[in-house]
């Protein structure tokens, strides 16, 4: 049964199928244009009546009827020798179909995988030999710029999955979240936090729960459901007792300051005495969580209070 990690993967490659061309560019061909038509085909190949074979994702390039390339993008997160025996059929099949070049990408989170999916495939069909590209460990860079994040969200994400012990890589992309912003950022948190090891989810819940706008992790929607019940409640509260008002603020500043705290300690910034005194003496909300938005990026706790 396909795995969350299995499933999100081949979920980047189809809500933006123009990623796969991008790492084909990487990979296979740097002239190959990302201003083509791309768009997620049938990944169904079936070679008889009683038997199906089903690819995880295949995307085309160019006009839908006459395609210039087909990739059938594979996610193996485990080696299976009959599944890969199958990626040679998956190629002919589309070429039968489509009549233009294909090629198989298959993804994998480790080098042992990657060197394992890479080897040729000999086949009984002479002179069909199938040699999978292969995006691995190696082929994936540790993105540590927010602007190059950016660029590419998808790659930025995958870079979370393969990088996510290096804090950079997640400061960078938690940055990179506030410029594509709109609908589509909590959509890329949830995919890289679905991909990232559990104390990169842990630095990433640490980094989001104190963020303005929702993120549907499973950390971040139970945070963000308190915090709309919360509000209600303090709707329904006006106009109550001032000192209970006074205490539902003090408590938000203290769980900010702790937040705070928690951020700077996880990216390994010291705190001294004079500094942590000015944060947790601190009674200003706001000003709390700009330091809380700014300790994502800044090279020292100095910075804070620039």
């Known amino acids: 049964m396909p795995s969350p990690v299995h499933d999100t993967l081949n979920a980047l490659f189809?809500?933006?199928p123009a990623f796969a061309v991008e790492i084909l560019q990487r990979l296979y061909d740097p002239?190959?244009?990302?201003d083509s038509y791309v768009e997620v085909s049938s990944g169904e190949?079936?070679?008889?009546?009683?038997?199906?074979?089903?690819?995880?994702?295949?995307?085309t390039v160019g006009p839908p009827k006459s395609p210039d390339l087909a990739v059938v993008v594979e996610v193996q997160l485990a080696s299976d020798d009959d599944k890969r025996l199958a990626w040679p059929r998956y190629a002919a099949a589309l070429w039968l179909r489509l009549s233009c070049?294909?090629?198989?990408?298959?993804?994998?989170?480790?080098?042992?995988?990657?060197?394992?999916?890479?080897e040729p495939i000999v086949t009984d069909l002479s002179?069909?030999?199938?040699?999978?590209?292969?995006?691995?460990?190696?082929?994936?860079?540790a993105i540590t710029d927010p602007v190059q994040a950016a660029d590419c969200m998808e790659l930025a994400t995958v870079s979370v999955m393969?990088?996510?012990?290096?804090?950079?890589?997640?400061?960078?992309?938690v940055a990179a979240l506030t410029k594509v912003g709109g609908e589509h950022a909590p959509q890329y948190y949830e995919y890289a936090y679905r991909l990232a090891s559990t104390a990169a989810k842990r630095f990433l819940e640490e980094i989001m729960s104190s963020t303005a706008w929702p993120v549907y992790?499973?950390?971040?929607?139970?945070?963000?459901?308190?915090?709309?019940?919360?509000?209600?409640?303090e709707g329904k509260a006006e106009g109550k007792a001032e000192g209970k008002a006074e205490g539902r603020e003090e408590g938000r500043v203290e769980g900010e300051v702790e937040a705070l705290l928690t951020v700077l300690d996880a990216r390994g910034l010291a705190v001294n005495d004079d500094d942590r005194a000015r944060i947790t003496s601190c009674a200003d909300l706001d000003q709390v969580r700009a330091w809380v938005r700014r300790a994502v990026t800044v090279a020292s706790v100095d910075d804070l209070f620039v």
């Open 101 to 118: 070049p294909v090629v198989v990408l298959v993804v994998c989170p480790t080098g042992r995988l990657a060197t394992w999916a890479g």
């Open 45 to 59: 190949f079936n070679d008889r009546s009683s038997r199906d074979f089903y690819a995880d994702t295949v995307i």
């Open 217 to 233: 992790s499973p950390f971040a929607r139970e945070h963000f459901g308190k915090g709309k019940a919360e509000g209600k409640a």
């Open 31 to 34: 002239t190959l244009s990302t």
């Open 162 to 173: 393969v990088h996510g012990d290096q804090p950079p890589v997640l400061e960078a992309f």
């Open 127 to 141: 002179g069909f030999t199938l040699s999978p590209l292969v995006l691995g460990p190696e082929q994936v860079p």
């Open 14 to 16: 189809r809500s933006r």
